[in-house]
Each structure stands twice: as structure tokens, then as C-alpha cells.
């Protein structure tokens, strides 16, 4: 007997990223059926359903499946599903936002016809409530038809998909509806045709019941659309169309209206103003002021002129403006954006990941309990009700096991989630923080250290050179011009502020053998000067001079204690194996640097200074900024073992950075956090992306503002959780009939179908006063 190899792992080259969007999910239920019916498909290496978005997002193997093989896998299942395709959408193939309101549209109208079924109901049975019999409508016959097109034509797709759902092994919230309401259907459907069973008829309760459902999932389906309003507006942002002109002759020429996914790269488009800005690019001429505040968060509009970059969505506001196009379609930074905040919804917290186990096997133990409920009445109702009144225990027993079928809700506990962190993320990208999943909140609401990045973090990242210290017969131009010569071929900050002083200086700068970089240390190169001999020129700090066994002398290791109690970073020179003076910079702190990390200290948090500067300059900027706690002359790749070190003493850290270097502590720290200005590696490896830098403009105060949504968003997480289970964990109960032999008091079956179809509601109304209380000044810092 041979043993069944495993199928070999997919090369990266063939793993691919899908979105499909799912129709069909009722409750977390359907989330756990749709998730395991794709990784039961080979190829498929992860599956993740939102169940708010109703989307799922499928890495997969390009040489095992295809994308409409998954679709159609899914929709022979009950959960209709087509592929989104982002690089080349069809006109053909409507959007998720289309389906959206075609969706919509159609409850609405399920709605309309259960709440015209449910008033002739009630007229039927205005003689019961003290009114006056109406002819017809209070026949039983009357009654019996009413029920039946209730259940043939609003509620024919819930017994639809409820029926399926039940067999492929996947039972949801439908099923438990079309359950309860077919029972007492039938159940009247029996007592009418045998009138010896002395049940009575109950045709009114399927549709009374149907009506709150239908009721309470169309506020549910409003409640859904506004946790999506943010997401919906950040696609509504781009402009379809744009006006394309000639670079020769933009002054007269009025231009073509073509669609914006027509354009090529190197393209002219004019925006005039009110317009909003079609494409990445960058303004080739006029000047205006542009609106950033959707992107970024930032309330001021920003002056742009020739040469400055623009974005596309945001709204050009002063005048005229020719724009070279750099990026259209989805290589835009909106596109981008919106690309993210949808992946970011998909990515579950870990404590939706068990709230989605639990509401998977959620459908199976309602109806054991509903079985049990029905055996437990029907074997002993009689003696735990004896003294009151006649009763039949067949039929008390079925009005029990329906309610209870019609009261449990695992929508409630799969909705209390995600939309908390739909809202949230959403909520973040209106403010320039982009938040990369519901683990990224998770992780960032418990965090107690904020470790800082100095250079270009703190500091705005622009040094310029402050003083220039020769040794001997040197002076200050020579030395200036051997250091610019090293550092022409580097792209430091400070090799960019060597490079400005010496062209301030108009110096020219000589030919150099290769550029030998070492970070976190310096630099060296053979310089070729037309006029001095051939040297081997360094420039870097003391420990790697001092490692090529280069002596500093006393009057420059003095001069850089002086130097740095100032806060500037200081560097040496040597040439061939002598040194020959010292170059000093200062690079001025973020305004809203030493408030931000007031800020922090205030909510409690532990706040680092991380930097590979020397230790004397990294305590002066610790000291402008109220810092006590500073790591200095810690090399790039150590950053991630002090990271390390804060978690192994059980510190959940959150680290702050912007270049490649940061990049490795970023991945390490629990929570990550770039700035927009960074390098693609840093905005790669980030768990949280501050994009205030779209006009260069970054804020730091958004790092406080993401640990407050963050908390509001589990605090919100935590009441919706709370709600949900303790619904179900009262109310199931008493559906089965706790409170009837002591109190007398039992859930018919429209009662028990209006909690269920409310408690939703509540949960989703619930995570969307997120919104207000985060907005609200008077409950910063206290979420």
C-alpha cells in the first residue's frame, strides 16, 4: 500500500491574488461554508470572507485553478460569485456597487409585499382584537392563502437558500428561518386539514414573522451601506474622464474628453478648476491650490506649481493646470489606497477568526436545541404546566422549537467584527492613516512602547551641513570637496546635505573608483584629483575610522562632545590612513514632533529614541522632546534585536520609521508604522501607513489618533461580542420555555423573529457610533 504524497508547494511565481465577489451570505455561518468550500478546491492556498463587503480574497495556485472555476464552485453552492478583475474591467460585468443596489432594490421590494401580506393579516384578525370581523379576509381559507404567498413569494429565496445551505452541510441563518416558518406553516397546514389533532391554525405567525425579518434585514442592509460610505466615496474619488491636450499647444488648444484608463503615461491632461485631478503626475504649468483633505486628512488646501506632484482625486481649487501623467488606472495612489483599505477589510483580527469558528457550528446547535426543546415539552409539558389550563403538548411543544429556531441569531455574533473594523479602517483612510487589517487594530490597541526612528522620523529628514572642522593645512573647501566627491554616487541624507554644500560652493566634484558604503558606519571611494595625488578618501563616524586603525585626535573628539550636546550629528574625513577634519549637521525636529510624543507619554505609553547617531547627540534631541528612554549608535540591523528585547520582557511595541533601514524593525515590532514619505520597502513591511505625505506634510499626530481608533474600535468590538452572545445566551432559553411553568411567560414565534431580526441592527448601529465618538473632541484619549 503506497502512502498519498502531498501535492508539492506552489512555486511564488504561480501564486496569485484573487477577489470574488460573493453574494448570498446571511451570517458568519455562510463566511465558515464559503471559506471551506474554497480551500477544499486544489490550488487554493488561503481563502478570507468579509462578510460586510461580501468579498473574498483567494491566493492561488495559476497552474492548478482558474478563477471561474472558484466562482462556479461557489455558485453551484448557493453563493452566486463572479471574479473582479482589476486591470481590465468590462463594461459588461457589473461592479460590486451595482450589485449592491440591485440588492438592495430587491429587499426593498421583498419588504413592500411581506408588509402588504402582514396588514391584510392583521385586518383578518381585527375581530379577535375587539374590532369588527371582516368578511373574507377572517376566513381561515383567507388566512391560508395569505401565509402561502408569503412563504411563495418574499420568502421564497430564504427556503431557497436555507434548503441548499442544509444540504451541502453548510446551515445558516436562512435555514433556521425557513425551518421555523415552514414548521408553522405546515403545522397549520395539519391542524386545517385534520381537525381531530385539536392543534389550532397559526397561519398569521409565518407571516408576521417574515415581515420583521424582512424589516429588520432592509435597516440592517441601510446600517451596512453607511459602515461602507467611506470606502464607496474613496472609489467614487477618481474621475472616469479626462481632458487631453498637446504639451505644444495647451495654451489654445481646449482639449479632448477621453476616459482616464485611455491615457498613456507621458500624456498632457488640463484640470480646470472645481476639477477634480484625473491622474498621478506632475504639473508641467500655472499654480493652484489642491485639495488633499480625503486623502490625507489634512484640512488646508496645498499650493502646487510647476514641478510639484499631484495625486489623482484630489480637487484642484485655484486656477488652470497642465499635469504630465506619471500613473493612471490602478497604479494611482488613490487606487492604491482604495486597493488597501478593501484588503485591509478582509484581513481578520484574531477574535473574529473565533467568532467566525463559533458561529460556523452556530446553525447545527440551534436545531439540536430546538429538538431537544420539542422531546423535552412533548415527553413533559403536560406535568411541568398541570394546573394551567387545557394545553396540547404536541403543539405547545413545535411553538417552542420554532421560537427558538427564529430567535438564536448568528448574524449578530458574525457581525460584530468586522463592521467595527470596516468603520475603522474606513475611518482611517478619511484621515490620511491607512490601516492594513482588523490584526493590524487588534495588535495596536494593546500596544505599551512607541519606539521612535530619529532621522527623517522625529527629524524632518532634511539635514544641511552646520559646520565644516579641517585639520593642518587643510581648509574648509578641500574638505568639503573630497567628502562631496565620496558621496556622489550615495543617496543618504547626509551625503544629499554634503552634496547641496558643495554646490553651494560651486565645487566641482572628482572622479571616484567604486563607492564602497557601509551602513550605519560611512563611505569611502578612490578619488582621482586632476591636480594631487590618487587617495583613498572615508567619511564616516569614529567607531569605523577607528576599525580601519585611524586615530581622531583629541581637538576633534573634544570639538564633537561640544557638537553634540547641540544635537548634531557629526562625521569625520580620512585620507589614505590619516584624518583630516570633521563635518557636522543638524537636522531640525517635526513641529509636531515633541507634541506628539507628549501625547503618548500622557496616554501612558513608554516612548523610545532609536538611532544609530552617537549617544551624546541622540540625549540632546531626547532631551527637546521629553524623551528619557534613548538606544543610540544602534547599527540598521541591530534595530530589530532591540526591538526584540522590548518584547521579550512582554512589551507589545509599536515601532515608527520611514527608510530601509527602519524596514527589518518594522517587521519585527508588533505593530509597524511608516510614514507616507518612506521607502516603498518601509510602506511594505508597515502594519500602518501615515499618508499625510502626499503633501509632504506628514503628521506624526496621526500615530496617537490610530492607537485611539484603535482602542474605540475594541471597545466597540468588545460591546457588540458581549451583546451577541449574551442575546443568544438569554433569549435561546427563554425561547425553549424556561420562564413558562414558574412566570407563564413564553416568545411566540413573531416575537421571537422580531428580536432576532433587531438584534443585528443593533450590533451594526452599534459599530457605526464609532464614527461620532471618534470624531468627538471631548472623547480623544478616552476611548
Same mark, same amino acid.
Request: glycine share 8%; with cysteine; proline share 6%.
Given at each position: 500500500?503506497?502512502t498519498?504524497?502531498?501535492?508539492?508547494a506552489p512555486?511564488?511565481q504561480?501564486?496569485?491574488?484573487?477577489?470574488?465577489?460573493v453574494?448570498?451570505m446571511q451570517c458568519a455561518?455562510c463566511?465558515?461554508?464559503?471559506?471551506r468550500?474554497l480551500?477544499q478546491?486544489?490550488?487554493?492556498i488561503?481563502?478570507c470572507?468579509?462578510?460586510?463587503?461580501?468579498?473574498?480574497?483567494?491566493?492561488?495556485?495559476?497552474?492548478?485553478?482558474?478563477?471561474a472555476t472558484m466562482?462556479?464552485?461557489l455558485s453551484?453552492r448557493?453563493?452566486?460569485?463572479i471574479?473582479?478583475d482589476?486591470?481590465?474591467?468590462?463594461?459588461?460585468?457589473?461592479s460590486?456597487?451595482?450589485?449592491?443596489?440591485v440588492?438592495?432594490r430587491?429587499?426593498?421590494?421583498?419588504l413592500?409585499i411581506?408588509a402588504?401580506?402582514?396588514?391584510?393579516s392583521?385586518?383578518?384578525?381585527?375581530?379577535?382584537?375587539g374590532?369588527?370581523?371582516?368578511?373574507?379576509?377572517?376566513?381561515?381559507?383567507s388566512?391560508?392563502?395569505?401565509?402561502?404567498?408569503?412563504?411563495?413569494?418574499?420568502?421564497?429565496?430564504?427556503?431557497?437558500?436555507?434548503a441548499r445551505?442544509?444540504r451541502?452541510g453548510?446551515?445558516n441563518?436562512?435555514?433556521?428561518?425557513?425551518?421555523?416558518?415552514?414548521?408553522?406553516?405546515?403545522?397549520?397546514?395539519?391542524?386545517?386539514i385534520?381537525?381531530?389533532?385539536g392543534?389550532?391554525c397559526?397561519?398569521?405567525?409565518?407571516v408576521?414573522l417574515?415581515g420583521f425579518i424582512?424589516?429588520?434585514?432592509?435597516?440592517?442592509g441601510?446600517a451596512?451601506?453607511?459602515a461602507t460610505?467611506?470606502l464607496?466615496?474613496?472609489?467614487e474619488l477618481q474621475?472616469?474622464?479626462?481632458?487631453?491636450?498637446?504639451?505644444?499647444?495647451?495654451?489654445?488648444?481646449?482639449?479632448?474628453?477621453?476616459?482616464?484608463?485611455?491615457?498613456?503615461?507621458g500624456?498632457?491632461?488640463?484640470v480646470?478648476?472645481?476639477e477634480k485631478?484625473?491622474?498621478?503626475g506632475?504639473v508641467?504649468?500655472g499654480?493652484?491650490?489642491?485639495d488633499?483633505?480625503?486623502?490625507?486628512?489634512?484640512s488646508?488646501?496645498?499650493?502646487?506649481?510647476v514641478?510639484?506632484?499631484?495625486?489623482a482625486?484630489t480637487?484642484?481649487?485655484?486656477?488652470?493646470?497642465?499635469?504630465?501623467?506619471e500613473q493612471?488606472g490602478?497604479?494611482?495612489?488613490?487606487?492604491?489606497?482604495?486597493?488597501?483599505?478593501e484588503a485591509a477589510?478582509?484581513?481578520?483580527?484574531?477574535i473574529?477568526?473565533?467568532a467566525d469558528?463559533?458561529?460556523?457550528?452556530?446553525?447545527?446547535?440551534?436545531?439540536a436545541?430546538a429538538?431537544?426543546?420539542?422531546?423535552?415539552w412533548?415527553?413533559w409539558?403536560?406535568t411541568?404546566l398541570?394546573?394551567q389550563?387545557?394545553?396540547?403538548?404536541s403543539l405547545?411543544?413545535?411553538?417552542l422549537a420554532i421560537?427558538?429556531?427564529v430567535?438564536?441569531?448568528?448574524c449578530?455574533l458574525?457581525?460584530?467584527?468586522?463592521?467595527?473594523?470596516?468603520?475603522?479602517t474606513s475611518?482611517g483612510?478619511?484621515?490620511?492613516l491607512?490601516?492594513k487589517?482588523?490584526?493590524?487594530?487588534?495588535?495596536?490597541?494593546r500596544?505599551?512602547?512607541?519606539?521612535?526612528?530619529?532621522?527623517?522620523?522625529?527629524?524632518?529628514?532634511?539635514?544641511?551641513?552646520t559646520?565644516c572642522?579641517?585639520?593642518?593645512?587643510?581648509?574648509?573647501?578641500e574638505l568639503?570637496?573630497?567628502?562631496?566627491?565620496v558621496?556622489?554616487?550615495?543617496?543618504?541624507?547626509?551625503?544629499t546635505?554634503?552634496l547641496?554644500a558643495?554646490?553651494?560652493e560651486?565645487?566641482p566634484l572628482?572622479?571616484?573608483?567604486?563607492?564602497?558604503?557601509?551602513p550605519?558606519?560611512?563611505?569611502s571611494a578612490?578619488?582621482?584629483?586632476?591636480?594631487?595625488?590618487v587617495?583613498?578618501?572615508?567619511?564616516g563616524?569614529a567607531?569605523?575610522?577607528m576599525?580601519?586603525?585611524?586615530?581622531?585626535?583629541?581637538?576633534?573628539t573634544?570639538?564633537?562632545?561640544?557638537?553634540?550636546?547641540?544635537?548634531?550629528?557629526?562625521?569625520?574625513?580620512a585620507?589614505n590612513?590619516a584624518?583630516i577634519?570633521l563635518?557636522?549637521?543638524?537636522?531640525?525636529?517635526?513641529?509636531?514632533?515633541a507634541p506628539t510624543?507628549?501625547h503618548?507619554?500622557? *496616554?501612558? &505609553?513608554n516612548?523610545?529614541?532609536?538611532?544609530?547617531?552617537q @549617544?551624546? =547627540?541622540? $540625549?540632546?534631541? !531626547?532631551?527637546?522632546?521629553?524623551?528619557t528612554?534613548?538606544?543610540?549608535?544602534?547599527?540598521?540591523?541591530?534595530?530589530?534585536?532591540?526591538?526584540a528585547?522590548?518584547q521579550?520582557?512582554n512589551?507589545c511595541?509599536?515601532?515608527?520609521?520611514?527608510?530601509?533601514n527602519?524596514?527589518?524593525?518594522?517587521?519585527q515590532?508588533?505593530?509597524?508604522i511608516?510614514l507616507?514619505?518612506?521607502?516603498?520597502?518601509?510602506l511594505e513591511?508597515?502594519?500602518?501607513i501615515?499618508?499625510g505625505?502626499?503633501?509632504?506634510?506628514?503628521n506624526?499626530?496621526?500615530?496617537?489618533a490610530v492607537l485611539?481608533?484603535?482602542q474605540?474600535?475594541f471597545?466597540?468590538?468588545r460591546?457588540n461580542?458581549i451583546?451577541a452572545?449574551?442575546y443568544?445566551?438569554?433569549?435561546?432559553?427563554?425561547?425553549?420555555g *424556561?420562564? &413558562?411553568?414558574?412566570?407563564g411567560?413564553?416568545?411566540s414565534? @413573531?416575537m =421571537?423573529? $422580531?428580536?432576532? !431580526?433587531f438584534s443585528?441592527?443593533i450590533v451594526?448601529?452599534n459599530?457605526?457610533?464609532l464614527?461620532?465618538?471618534?470624531?468627538?473632541?471631548?472623547?480623544?484619549g478616552k476611548?
Amino acid at each position: 500500500m503506497t502512502t498519498p504524497q502531498a501535492p508539492p508547494a506552489p512555486s511564488p511565481q504561480s501564486v496569485a491574488t484573487l477577489i470574488l465577489d460573493v453574494e448570498g451570505m446571511q451570517c458568519a455561518g455562510c463566511v465558515s461554508a464559503v471559506e471551506r468550500q474554497l480551500r477544499q478546491q486544489d490550488g487554493v492556498i488561503t481563502a478570507c470572507v468579509n462578510l460586510i463587503t461580501a468579498i473574498a480574497v483567494v491566493e492561488y495556485d495559476l497552474l492548478v485553478i482558474e478563477p471561474a472555476t472558484m466562482a462556479a464552485y461557489l455558485s453551484q453552492r448557493g453563493f452566486p460569485s463572479i471574479p473582479r478583475d482589476r486591470e481590465t474591467p468590462t463594461t459588461d460585468q457589473p461592479s460590486w456597487r451595482d450589485r449592491a443596489r440591485v440588492e438592495q432594490r430587491q429587499q426593498q421590494q421583498r419588504l413592500a409585499i411581506a408588509a402588504i401580506l402582514l396588514f391584510f393579516s392583521a385586518l383578518g384578525h381585527w375581530g379577535h382584537w375587539g374590532g369588527p370581523m371582516i368578511p373574507v379576509l377572517s376566513q381561515i381559507s383567507s388566512h391560508w392563502g395569505l401565509a402561502t404567498l408569503a412563504i411563495l413569494i418574499p420568502g421564497r429565496e430564504i427556503f431557497i437558500d436555507g434548503a441548499r445551505s442544509l444540504r451541502y452541510g453548510n446551515p445558516n441563518m436562512n435555514t433556521l428561518i425557513a425551518l421555523g416558518t415552514g414548521s408553522a406553516y405546515l403545522a397549520s397546514c395539519a391542524a386545517l386539514i385534520w381537525p381531530g389533532l385539536g392543534w389550532d391554525c397559526f397561519f398569521d405567525e409565518p407571516v408576521m414573522l417574515l415581515g420583521f425579518i424582512f424589516l429588520g434585514r432592509t435597516l440592517e442592509g441601510q446600517a451596512r451601506r453607511r459602515a461602507t460610505a467611506a470606502l464607496e466615496a474613496l472609489i467614487e474619488l477618481q474621475p472616469q474622464t479626462a481632458r487631453l491636450v498637446s504639451a505644444t499647444d495647451f495654451a489654445q488648444e481646449a482639449g479632448i474628453e477621453i476616459p482616464v484608463r485611455s491615457l498613456r503615461v507621458g500624456e498632457w491632461v488640463r484640470v480646470l478648476p472645481g476639477e477634480k485631478i484625473p491622474v498621478d503626475g506632475q504639473v508641467m504649468q500655472g499654480q493652484s491650490t489642491v485639495d488633499e483633505s480625503m486623502l490625507t486628512g489634512e484640512s488646508f488646501p496645498v499650493v502646487k506649481g510647476v514641478g510639484d506632484r499631484v495625486t489623482a482625486g484630489t480637487l484642484n481649487q485655484g486656477a488652470m493646470l497642465a499635469i504630465q501623467v506619471e500613473q493612471v488606472g490602478t497604479d494611482t495612489t488613490l487606487a492604491k489606497i482604495t486597493a488597501a483599505v478593501e484588503a485591509a477589510q478582509s484581513r481578520k483580527a484574531p477574535i473574529q477568526r473565533l467568532a467566525d469558528q463559533l458561529s460556523g457550528y452556530f446553525a447545527y446547535g440551534v436545531m439540536a436545541i430546538a429538538l431537544l426543546t420539542f422531546s423535552l415539552w412533548s415527553l413533559w409539558g403536560e406535568t411541568w404546566l398541570e394546573g394551567q389550563g387545557e394545553m396540547v403538548a404536541s403543539l405547545l411543544s413545535l411553538k417552542l422549537a420554532i421560537a427558538v429556531l427564529v430567535v438564536a441569531c448568528p448574524c449578530a455574533l458574525g457581525l460584530a467584527t468586522p463592521t467595527a473594523i470596516l468603520v475603522a479602517t474606513s475611518l482611517g483612510a478619511e484621515q490620511g492613516l491607512l490601516i492594513k487589517g482588523g490584526d493590524s487594530l487588534e495588535a495596536a490597541h494593546r500596544v505599551d512602547t512607541v519606539v521612535f526612528d530619529k532621522t527623517g522620523t522625529l527629524t524632518q529628514g532634511c539635514p544641511h551641513m552646520t559646520d565644516c572642522y579641517p585639520l593642518g593645512n587643510w581648509s574648509e573647501r578641500e574638505l568639503l570637496q573630497w567628502a562631496a566627491s565620496v558621496e556622489q554616487g550615495s543617496q543618504h541624507p547626509l551625503a544629499t546635505a554634503i552634496l547641496n554644500a558643495a554646490q553651494r560652493e560651486t565645487l566641482p566634484l572628482w572622479p571616484a573608483g567604486e563607492l564602497n558604503s557601509e551602513p550605519g558606519y560611512g563611505a569611502s571611494a578612490q578619488l582621482y584629483p586632476p591636480d594631487q595625488p590618487v587617495g583613498l578618501c572615508r567619511v564616516g563616524n569614529a567607531r569605523w575610522l577607528m576599525q580601519a586603525g585611524i586615530t581622531i585626535p583629541e581637538i576633534l573628539t573634544a570639538l564633537t562632545e561640544t557638537l553634540a550636546r547641540d544635537g548634531k550629528t557629526v562625521i569625520y574625513l580620512a585620507l589614505n590612513d590619516a584624518c583630516i577634519g570633521l563635518l557636522a549637521f543638524s537636522d531640525p525636529l517635526r513641529p509636531e514632533a515633541a507634541p506628539t510624543v507628549k501625547h503618548l507619554q500622557d *496616554l501612558g &505609553l513608554n516612548v523610545v529614541l532609536l538611532t544609530g547617531d552617537q @549617544p551624546a =547627540a541622540a $540625549a540632546a534631541i !531626547a532631551r527637546q522632546l521629553g524623551i528619557t528612554d534613548v538606544i543610540a549608535q544602534v547599527l540598521p540591523a541591530n534595530k530589530a534585536m532591540e526591538i526584540a528585547q522590548r518584547q521579550a520582557q512582554n512589551h507589545c511595541v509599536a515601532m515608527v520609521g520611514d527608510g530601509i533601514n527602519d524596514a527589518p524593525a518594522l517587521a519585527q515590532a508588533d505593530v509597524g508604522i511608516a510614514l507616507g514619505s518612506g521607502t516603498d520597502v518601509a510602506l511594505e513591511t508597515a502594519d500602518i501607513i501615515l499618508l499625510g505625505s502626499l503633501s509632504s506634510t506628514v503628521n506624526l499626530g496621526g500615530i496617537a489618533a490610530v492607537l485611539r481608533l484603535s482602542q474605540a474600535t475594541f471597545a466597540k468590538i468588545r460591546q457588540n461580542l458581549i451583546w451577541a452572545l449574551g442575546y443568544n445566551g438569554l433569549l435561546i432559553p427563554i425561547a425553549a420555555g *424556561l420562564l &413558562l411553568p414558574q412566570w407563564g411567560f413564553l416568545f411566540s414565534p @413573531p416575537m =421571537a423573529g $422580531a428580536l432576532m !431580526a433587531f438584534s443585528s441592527v443593533i450590533v451594526v448601529t452599534n459599530s457605526l457610533l464609532l464614527r461620532d465618538r471618534f470624531f468627538d473632541p471631548r472623547h480623544h484619549g478616552k476611548n
